[in-house]
């Protein structure tokens, strides 16, 4: 079994649509939450970083992190077809994040 | 603002060979990781450094030496260059309160 586990998708949504994006992880020392946004041939970009659980809001993007059933979530509002990209999501135990462990991507396609 | 800088962005090499995946960041972060990417496996941790003169393996290390001489550049050797090496390699820094920022990655080739 995978430490994280990510749908691969690919997800495919009409413009405007709300998004969700899910992992679930097994191993209970992670503290540290994060969805990146990667778009073809670049580098990962971080979108949202929570430490322990509760939710985290950012313009469009909502991060929800449940710990006692090991699963995150990030929504897309009113999502744009700037945001087609693969999703990764990630997390660590440590400060600093050195030793992250990602999921494979959510590859989400928004049409208009 | 540059980040962090990988330099080739692009390489092909034939098995057997060996080259260095340069790694540079401008933000004073302490640490600095080392990851490949292939298709539905997501990102696997090769290498890591906590500070200058301190790395350790991570998931994935055989096949690769870093070292860390100074707080900006971790770079990554590939000793002798394997098919299975044919990857999308990402360097990463991050610090205490700063999550992991990635650079724009190295396409590898190995024939």
């Known amino acids: 079994q995978k430490e994280v586990e990510q749908d691969p998708g690919p997800l495919s949504v009409p413009e405007g649509a709300i998004v969700s994006l899910n992992c679930t992880y097994s191993?209970?020392?992670?503290?540290?939450f994060m969805w990146y946004r990667q778009y073809s041939r670049k580098g990962p970009e971080l979108l949202m970083y929570?430490?322990?659980?509760g939710n985290k809001e950012d313009g469009r993007f909502t991060a929800q992190v449940d710990k006692s059933s090991k699963y995150i979530s990030l929504f897309i509002r009113d999502s744009q077809p700037s945001d087609s990209a693969t999703y990764l999501c990630a997390m660590s135990i440590n400060t600093g994040g050195f030793k992250t462990i990602f999921g494979a991507g959510t590859r989400l396609f928004v049409k208009a | 603002n540059a980040g962090v800088t990988q330099t080739p962005k692009f390489q092909v090499l034939k098995t057997g060979q060996s080259m260095t995946l340069q790694c540079a960041q401008d933000?004073?972060?302490?640490?600095m990781s080392w990851y490949r990417q292939d298709p539905g496996m997501g990102l696997r941790l090769i290498h890591y450094?906590?500070?200058?003169?301190?790395?350790d393996q991570g998931e994935v290390p055989n096949g690769y030496n870093v070292s860390r001489s100074t707080t900006e550049d971790f770079p990554l050797r590939l000793l002798s260059a394997a098919p299975s090496q044919t990857s999308v390699y990402f360097c990463?820094?991050?610090?205490?309160?700063?999550?992991?920022?990635f650079g724009d990655g190295t396409r590898l080739s190995i024939l």
């Open positions: 933000m004073n972060h302490e640490y």
């Open positions: 450094s906590v500070g200058a003169g301190i790395t």
């Open positions: 990463a820094s991050s610090s205490i309160d700063q999550p992991q920022h």
């Open positions: 929570t430490y322990s659980s």
């Open positions: 191993n209970s020392a992670f503290q540290y």
